[in-house]
């Protein structure tokens, strides 16, 4: 039984693409967070922040994630505040594997100030946002991986999270 391959990091940082392409890559079965809670919900994530609010979505993501840490073999794109949560990030550093796909600030300053799309980030100033990156790094550096994104391809970061599950 193989462990699940965890992608983590702020929103922006390419969990879901590069899960994807490593789901190609591998025939793992990719389990997308935000996207089985949208699913679950018919809500988008931006719509359950505005109607139910942080805490109700905290919770849901935190079932939702457990419930699939459950299984194994598979590849999660955690969504970018899920490995802050105890429960979680304890279960997957005890079980599975963890990458942070790691990005310089200005890079994913760049990225999220472009996107409606992220609650969190979306009305943030840029000194806040570079706040809550760098208060969340602290907890993203406890991941058993680390990956130095900006000077990667795509194809780069495939290649090298794929050598770390191949050992």
Same mark, same amino acid.
């Given at each position: 039984m193989k462990k699940n391959?965890? &992608?983590?990091?702020?929103?922006?940082?390419?969990?879901?693409?590069?899960?994807?392409?490593l789901a190609r890559e591998t025939g793992l079965k990719l389990y997308d967070i @935000?996207?089985?809670? !949208?699913k679950e919900l018919g809500l988008t994530i931006s719509n359950i922040f505005e109607k139910k609010g942080e805490d109700f979505f905290r919770k849901i993501e935190e079932k939702t994630t457990l419930n699939v840490l459950k299984m194994s073999n598979n590849i999660i794109a955690l969504g970018g505040g899920a490995?802050?949560?105890d429960? =979680?990030?304890?279960?997957?550093?005890? #079980?599975?594997?963890?990458?942070?796909?790691?990005? #310089?600030?200005?890079?994913?300053i760049?990225? /999220?100030?472009?996107?409606?799309?992220?609650?969190?980030?979306?009305?943030? @100033?840029?000194? @806040?946002?570079? #706040? &809550?990156? !760098?208060?969340?790094?602290?907890?993203?550096?406890?991941? !058993?991986f680390r990956i130095s994104c900006d000077k990667l391809t795509k194809y780069e =970061? /495939?290649?090298?999270?794929l050598k770390i599950y191949e050992k």
């Open positions: 391959l965890v &992608l983590l990091g702020m929103p922006g940082s390419g969990k879901s693409v590069i899960g994807h392409s @935000d996207k089985l809670i !949208e490995f802050l949560n429960k =979680i990030r304890s279960r997957i550093l005890k #079980n599975d594997i963890s990458i942070w796909l790691k990005w #310089n600030k200005y890079t994913l760049s990225r /999220l100030k472009k996107s409606r799309k992220r609650p969190i980030t979306y009305n943030l @100033d840029k000194r @806040d946002l570079v #706040n &809550l990156i !760098e208060s969340r790094s602290k907890l993203y550096s406890m991941a !058993e =970061i /495939l290649k090298k999270i």
